[in-house]
């Protein structure tokens, strides 16, 4: 399985980002993508996460309302579309891979389960 994360780079404050994983070796749809990010000093967090099917979808408190997360099950990717960014956003940026919850049960606000990693891309946002 690999997991290959891009899309990250060096924005103005307030300008946007769309970052993409795509994943390759699994039943993608089988399986809860997650977005997780690490900036400097701090833990990593889930910034956001989306159902195998698409439908629902998760957003932490530090993104909701200018973030938009979506899938493309016939490419094999998912896509994390990030708006009005601050210094606060600079990070590397993980996607994540986990059976979906009708299989193993965990919500999508929950960060256990996820399996297989991405390599991480960084987002820089400068002020």
């Known amino acids: 399985v690999q997991l290959q994360a891009s899309g990250g780079g060096v924005v103005q404050a307030g300008g946007s980002l769309r970052l993409s994983c795509a994943a390759s070796?699994?039943?993608?749809?089988?399986?809860?993508m997650g977005w997780f990010r690490q900036g400097p000093g701090k833990e990593r967090e889930l910034v956001s996460a989306?159902?195998?099917?698409?439908?629902?979808?998760y957003y932490s408190g530090s993104v909701k309302g200018r973030s938009t997360l979506s899938r493309d099950n016939a490419r094999n990717t998912v896509y994390l579309q990030m708006d009005s960014l601050s210094a606060e956003d600079t990070a590397v940026y993980y996607c994540?891979?986990?059976?979906?919850?009708?299989?193993?049960?965990?919500?999508?606000?929950?960060?256990?389960?996820?399996?297989?990693w991405g390599q991480g891309t960084q987002v820089t946002v400068s002020s």
């Open positions: 994540a891979a986990r059976p979906r919850r009708s299989i193993i049960g965990i919500p999508l606000d929950q960060t256990s389960g996820y399996k297989y």
């Open positions: 070796g699994l039943i993608f749809m089988s399986y809860d």
């Open positions: 989306i159902g195998g099917n698409g439908v629902a979808t």
